[in-house]
């Protein structure tokens, strides 16, 4: 006789690698547009409490660096509505793999888990936005950034890792 469970693909018994890392992707997807979302409700707010002040330049993304600089190595050169788009394709790219990442590793790691996705959120912000981007000179050094942006992008990474972890619950739970 075969029971239901069987026929259910998620079941926590039969749940493989690969399930386990797609189901994360979802959440690492969801996360990225969470991110954006409170990021953008940041800037509009930093930029309502601010609009007398002398605008300086803004800075390019470490998004869209990155993006100018892989293109650059295969000889094409991004600027623009191009760069800009290429630079969301990193930022998506990045935050659906680390969701996928976190979802392989949620019951394989005994942290990996735990504190409902803000060691997530905050690892991603220490050692990808504080240290990685930094060192790849995608970004000025830390102590050249103000530190009204490292608390932005710090609220920004745990509103990421939150949403990826409840979602990669959600998703799993319904498939269960």
């Given at each position: 006789?075969?029971?239901?469970s069987r026929?259910?693909?998620?079941h926590?018994e039969q749940r493989?690698?690969?399930?386990?890392?797609?189901?994360g992707?979802?959440?690492?997807?969801?996360g990225?547009?969470?991110?954006?979302?409170?990021q953008a409700?940041m800037?509009?707010?930093?930029?309502?409490?601010?609009?007398?002040e002398?605008?300086?330049?803004?800075?390019?993304?470490a998004?869209?660096?990155?993006?100018?600089k892989?293109?650059?190595?295969?000889?094409?050169?991004?600027?623009?509505?191009v760069k800009?788009?290429?630079?969301?394709?990193?930022?998506?790219?990045?935050?659906t793999?680390?969701?996928?990442?976190?979802?392989?590793?949620?019951?394989r790691?005994?942290l990996?888990?735990k504190l409902?996705?803000v060691?997530?959120?905050?690892?991603?912000?220490?050692?990808?936005?504080?240290?990685?981007?930094?060192?790849?000179r995608l970004s000025p050094?830390?102590?050249?950034?103000?530190?009204?942006?490292?608390?932005?992008?710090l609220?920004?990474h745990l509103v990421?890792?939150?949403?990826?972890?409840?979602?990669?619950?959600?998703?799993r739970?319904?498939?269960?």
């Amino acid at each position: 006789m075969i029971r239901w469970s069987r026929l259910r693909p998620f079941h926590p018994e039969q749940r493989s690698l690969i399930q386990d890392a797609l189901t994360g992707a979802v959440g690492g997807a969801l996360g990225t547009f969470a991110m954006n979302q409170a990021q953008a409700l940041m800037a509009k707010r930093g930029e309502s409490k601010h609009q007398d002040e002398s605008r300086q330049s803004p800075q390019e993304p470490a998004t869209e660096v990155a993006a100018r600089k892989v293109a650059e190595r295969a000889g094409v050169h991004l600027e623009g509505e191009v760069k800009k788009k290429s630079g969301n394709a990193v930022h998506w790219g990045y935050g659906t793999f680390w969701g996928a990442v976190h979802g392989a590793l949620h019951d394989r790691v005994p942290l990996a888990g735990k504190l409902f996705g803000v060691g997530l959120g905050l690892g991603l912000f220490l050692f990808g936005d504080e240290l990685a981007v930094p060192l790849l000179r995608l970004s000025p050094p830390p102590q050249k950034v103000p530190a009204k942006s490292h608390l932005s992008a710090l609220a920004a990474h745990l509103v990421y890792g939150t949403t990826t972890e409840s979602t990669y619950r959600l998703v799993r739970h319904a498939l269960a």
